[in-house]
């Protein structure tokens, strides 16, 4: 499979400044959400196409994307610096990582859909950890975090070709789901995990099969993308 690793930058056009506040909402959720929409603007083509591609805010009105298709020119984007992402890997290659999660476990439900599939519960490994604390979750909200993703992560290394060597959570914030409505409490929420580290490569074609598939859940919200460089 052929994939590119694009740079994308808001355009400094004037036309396109004065959408700032459409672009660039202030509550985190809300503004994820544009983004997502924004970057469809350069995978634009076909309107029943999935997404097929992987992103990263970087801020400032810059992005990282990972796609099976080369971005195309978009009115809101200057044009796209790309290149071809095929890294060599070999079993026992370490390599340093930086990746922006989402980290849940699923549960089943017992419950069905009018479809008839079974309804399933994704849920936030922190928000879970931190639910049973009366008090103090300020203070213990970073360790939870820590544990919860270098779990997390340990495990999808063991299913998608890679040993988790290290890992440091860097930041953990939780953003509400753009399309709820109502009162804030009770509001849909996820969390996401900012994660660097080290890792060894133990299973090449698995371990690049899940870099271009992503990591996680909330992958519309700027989640998945793994970014990798060689540690030697």
Sequence with gaps: MSLYLSRLSISRDPAVSTLDALL??????????AHHRLLWTAFAGDPEAKRDFLWRGEGKGRFL???ARHPGDSPFFDPPEVKAF??????????????????????RTGEMSGGGKERKRHIDL???????????????????????GQGWLAGQGARNGFVLDEVTVGD????????????RKGQPQFGILDLTGKLTVTDPAAFLARLAAGFGRAKAFGCGLMLIRRAR
């Design 172 to 183: 953990y914030s939780v953003h509400a789901l753009p399309a709820h409505s109502g009162r």
């Design 126 to 148: 922190v928000m879970d950890a931190l639910y049973p604390l009366k008090e103090g979750r300020a203070e213990a909200r970073m360790q939870a975090a820590q544990s919860a």
């Design 86 to 107: 095929a890294p060599d890997l070999a079993r026992g290659d370490q390599l340093f990582f930086t990746l922006r999660a989402n980290a849940t476990r699923t549960e």
């Design 24 to 33: 660039e909402p202030r509550e985190r959720g809300r503004r994820s959400d």
């Design 65 to 67: 994307t990972l796609s």
